[in-house]
């Protein structure tokens, strides 16, 4: 069974810290990988996504993707107490599967 | 207008009631989605369609059955809800199978 695993948190970092976020994918198929942000209450949206190993930048978000270890990442830089949210991993095999969704990652910047 | 909108957005109904959670889209994506997200689960799959004569069962398609009117309308129906039904549930919309479209939710409590 194709699953995600992401660690549940919370994870509290302090304002202006960076945030690592991890996540780990069971199907070495996989071919791509995204982050969405969750607020509480309201629906997911996506922030990143990733498809080459190594490192994708935009803004004060960096995912990192390395398939060998079958690992994802987000990072994110200067936090501010409006990331306080709860960011999911998502997996990708092929166009024809669906999206394969991890638990999701609670995290709480202290302002 | 949002491009994904469910119906209704909030419903309280008995045991053993008929429900339809209503989804329409206006991104003219042929693919959608019913995800239901628990506290602590994530989001897990109920049905997904890749156009309007294809219906898929996802991860926990059991006591839940779809229909697809039209490529704009999804509709989830629980045909005798229970309360462990209880959930927020999200339709979602996508072109490739890639990035995700997900509509506001709907909260669920059956009592």
């Known amino acids: 069974q194709k699953e995600v695993e992401q660690n549940s948190g919370p994870l509290s970092v302090p304002e202006g810290a960076i945030a690592s976020l991890n996540c780990t994918y069971s199907?070495?198929?996989?071919?791509?990988f995204f982050w969405y942000r969750q607020y509480s209450g309201k629906s997911p949206e996506l922030i990143m996504f990733?498809?080459?190993?190594g490192d994708k930048e935009d803004g004060r978000f960096t995912a990192q993707l390395n398939k060998a270890s079958q690992y994802v990442s987000l990072l994110i830089r200067d936090s501010q107490p409006s990331d306080s949210a709860t960011y999911l991993c998502?997996?990708?095999?092929?166009?024809?599967?669906?999206?394969?969704f991890g638990k999701g990652t609670r995290l709480s910047v202290i302002a | 207008d949002a491009d994904v909108t469910q119906t209704p957005r909030n419903r309280i109904t008995k045991t053993g009631k008929r429900i339809m959670l209503e989804c329409s889209q206006t991104k003219g994506h042929d693919r959608m989605y019913w995800y239901r997200q628990d506290p602590g689960l994530g989001l897990r799959l109920i049905y997904y369609s890749f156009d309007v004569k294809d219906i898929n069962k996802g991860e926990i398609s059991d006591g839940y059955s779809v229909s697809r009117q039209a490529q704009a309308k999804f509709s989830l129906s629980l045909e005798s809800a229970i309360p462990n039904q209880t959930a927020l549930y999200f339709c979602?919309?996508?072109?490739?199978?890639?990035?995700?479209?997900f509509g506001e939710g709907s909260w669920l409590t059956v009592v």
């Open positions: 979602a919309t996508s072109v490739d199978g890639n990035t995700i479209y």
């Open positions: 990733i498809y080459s190993n």
């Open positions: 998502a997996a990708l095999h092929s166009g024809n599967t669906p999206l394969v």
């Open positions: 199907d070495r198929g996989s071919q791509s």
